[in-house]
């Protein structure tokens, strides 16, 4: 790990270098504990392309930056912690409609998006899988 990144920020900056192993960014992800600011409604969304991006974080930092940007700085933010895995497995499936994840979309050169695909979101929900289960 470098500095105080975590480990799923670190596999993100190997990614966007070109250095990364997808099948290990998308463990990773799986595997980390996400922040996820809450609004009003629920978990923090937003659509863009036809497709709810679901906003996570990898750590408090990440979250202050996106408050930040978002004009929210210096206000409490109430947030969730979840595995990775459960955004992707069980919060996406529920939103009905085509739904991803995008991490720490407020930090330059280090965001990602974990889109609404087979091998990253339940085949059921995944908009290159028919309902059949063939490819699209």
Do not use: K, N
């Not at 009003?40 to 709810?52: F, I, N, T, Y």
């Not at 978002?70 to 109430?78: E, H």
């Not at 992707?88 to 990602?112: Q, R, W």
């Amino acid at each position: 790990m470098t500095g105080t990144r975590t480990q799923l920020a670190d596999r993100i900056a190997e990614t966007r270098r070109g250095a990364g192993d997808p099948r290990a960014l998308v463990g990773e992800m799986r595997r980390s504990v996400l922040l996820v600011p809450m609004d009003g409604e629920g978990l923090w969304s937003a659509r863009s392309g036809g497709v709810r991006w679901v906003c996570a974080f990898t750590d408090e930092a990440a979250l202050a930056r996106f408050a930040e940007v978002r004009g929210l700085g210096g206000r409490s933010l109430d947030y969730a912690a979840l595995l990775g895995a459960r955004i992707v497995d069980e919060i996406v499936p529920g939103l009905e409609e085509p739904a991803g994840l995008a991490v720490d979309i407020a930090t330059e050169d280090g965001s990602m998006f974990f889109p609404p695909v087979a091998g990253i979101v339940p085949d059921g929900v995944a908009v290159d899988v028919a309902p059949d289960g063939s490819a699209r």
